[in-house]
């Protein structure tokens, strides 16, 4: 399996799919690939994907998480991101990468703690996913509890909230409910391109800010 794997290339924006692997060969080949690696992966009770991402899926992924942690910062609530890290749950046989993830609810929870097992860790309060390659996988979120994912596809934030086991559409964040985010965050994803990250970020700091000001 090993050998196989390392003869595989898997262009930007395609995938690979692997059957009929164990738990334990996914674990020898997250071990392989190593942490610092532009794949992602994906596994569902045996089906193992390997997805290699678009530049352009790159750089949406920064600018929104950019924005997530200023709205954080703005409204001084404690978070931690944890980027691209591989949450598993062996008794469920599924497993998930997303493109970026926060602890916000549940910070404090895991806090300091250097490895996380979702068997006895709570999972991520918000995992953003950029769906440019059709790679994201509700139902693996919604087995391993996921209480809220995004999903950006095609310029728009689609947002997910977890009820009663699957995931409906809302216009409001679990997370943010008093910010219209399903507009603001592709309008500034957006700016980003022409005005630069810096000013981007500054702008959004100042719209949090109103709209603070407008809810007192």
Not at 85 to 102: H, L, S, V, Y
Not at 122 to 130: K, R, V
Not at 182 to 209: C, D, H
Request: proline share 6%; hydrophobic share 40%.
């Amino acid at each position: 399996m090993l050998l196989e794997l390392k003869r595989i290339h898997v262009p930007p924006g395609q995938r690979v799919l692997l059957r009929d692997v164990t738990w334990q060969e996914l674990e020898t080949i997250l071990e392989d690939l190593g942490e610092h690696r532009a794949a992602r992966i994906a596994y569902d009770r045996g089906i193992l994907e390997i997805m290699s991402p678009l530049p352009e899926h790159e750089y949406d992924k920064e600018i929104i998480g950019d924005l997530v942690k200023a709205l954080l910062e703005e409204l001084d609530i404690e978070f931690r991101c944890l980027g691209s890290t591989t949450f598993k749950n062996q008794a469920m046989a599924q497993g998930i990468e997303p493109d970026r993830c926060f602890y916000i609810k549940n910070e404090s929870k895991i806090r300091g703690k250097r490895r996380l097992d979702l068997e006895v860790d709570p999972p991520p309060d918000l995992a953003l996913e950029i769906d440019i390659t059709s790679r994201t996988h509700p139902n693996i979120y919604e087995a391993l509890k996921v209480p809220e994912l995004w999903r950006f596809t095609k310029g728009k934030l689609q947002i997910n909230v977890l009820q009663d086991g699957h995931y409906i559409e809302s216009q409001q964040s679990l997370n943010f409910p008093q910010f219209k985010l399903v507009e603001a965050i592709p309008q500034y994803l957006k700016q980003s391109t022409i005005a630069g990250r810096n000013s981007t970020l500054k702008a959004f700091r100042l719209w949090i800010q109103t709209q603070l000001t407008i809810k007192n």
